[in-house]
């Protein structure tokens, strides 16, 4: 197991988080972070973690997981070190399995050109929340998009598309889906839901609200969730279950950054274009370096670049919230 990385890299990491990831969208988590930036005692707990649970994402959402939302650093540090076993183990049993619903609404510009009907896989699908774009509603500037059948509330994803964005006419037609992940969250599971809630941050309470409702339909769905690496065996033996007569699209969206190697990234790259007839890449610009593209060139800061069969051809809102040509 590797342990943590020394205390002076851990501050700047939660400054880094603070300046780059919180600001603008959390005051909280920016107020917490650099609160922990500064905090010798709490990044030595931190530091005793392994490194890939030193996340400031899964140590917020922990503590609000045990304790609730804190409501200033002085409450947070109390309760954090008056609790720090049940902090500790939430974050060694959990992860930042993040679903994010609202990424279908930058996906499906691409989903909605191909050949229909569809097959779908996702790989690193969480809940598989983004395995029913075609049961959502959509507000794009131009025109909203509704599900032609529903027997429950469904969310409404806002998304600001650029003018040479061609915002889709109607929603896909989906005829298969499965997902693969490494831990396959169950949306039926209240526990389960309850920490895909807890990662939502505090103030996005529009976002959290969509989150629910899309948890709930798929929770009556039960998707064909399998657990495997995205590197194994599982993969290739999911792309042939899918349906012959069916464009298989695979696709994958803030995933490959868990990945930390850059060659298995590439290998991915190479079998996901292989085994399927569209790959739709939708990811932080610096994890496939091949594009072309880094962190730099995003028009807005933390944008995701979306690349179909490795060709980058928009930039996107990391939870959905807009897409512009790149
Ligand atoms: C941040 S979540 C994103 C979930 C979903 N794609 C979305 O956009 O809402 C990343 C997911 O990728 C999964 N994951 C990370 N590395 C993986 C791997 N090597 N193979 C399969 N899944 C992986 C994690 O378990 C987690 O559920």
Redo the contacts with the bound molecule.
């Keep these: 197991m590797m342990v943590g990385a020394d205390r002076s890299e851990l501050s700047s990491r939660y400054q880094r988080f603070a300046v780059r990831e919180a600001s603008g969208r959390s005051p909280l988590y920016e107020h917490l972070a650099m609160g922990v930036a500064m905090d010798e005692t709490v990044l030595s707990l931190i530091a005793g973690m392994p490194t890939s649970k030193q996340q400031p994402n899964l140590l917020f959402a922990a503590y609000r997981h045990v304790l609730g939302v804190p409501s200033n650093y002085a409450e947070f540090r109390k309760g954090l070190l008056d609790r720090s076993d049940a902090v500790r183990s939430v974050m060694l049993e959990r992860?930042?399995?993040?679903?994010?619903?609202g990424?279908c609404a930058v996906l499906l510009p691409i989903l909605a050109s191909l050949p229909q009907p569809l097959a779908l896989l996702?790989?690193?699908?969480?809940a598989g929340?983004?395995l029913f774009p075609d049961r959502y509603g959509y507000d794009y500037p131009s025109r909203s998009l509704r599900p032609a059948e529903h027997t429950k509330p469904y969310p409404v994803f806002p998304c600001a598309a650029g003018e040479t964005i061609e915002v889709p006419k109607a929603l896909p037609q989906i005829v298969w889906r499965a997902g693969?992940?490494?831990?396959p969250?169950d949306a039926a599971d209240p526990d389960e839901a309850a920490w895909l809630e807890t990662l939502v941050w505090p103030e996005q309470i529009e976002r959290r609200n969509r989150l629910r409702l899309a948890l709930d339909i798929v929770a009556a769905e039960e998707p064909k969730l399998v657990q495997?690496?995205?590197?194994g065996p599982e993969f290739e033996a999911l792309c042939r279950q899918a349906p012959q007569d069916a464009t298989l699209v695979v696709f994958?969206?803030?995933?490959l950054a868990?990945?930390t190697a850059d060659e298995d990234r590439r290998t991915f790259a190479d079998r996901a274009s292989t085994l399927s007839d569209i790959w739709i890449c939708n990811e932080a610009p610096g994890v496939m370096p091949h594009l072309g593209f880094t962190a730099a060139d995003a028009p807005t800061q933390g944008a995701f670049l979306l690349s179909v069969n490795g060709q980058p051809t928009a930039w996107t809102d990391p939870h959905g919230s807009s897409i512009v040509s790149a």
């Design positions: 992860s930042t399995q993040t679903n994010e619903p990424r996702e790989v690193g699908a969480s929340l983004c693969l992940d490494l831990n969250l495997g690496d995205l590197l994958h969206t803030a995933v868990y990945v």
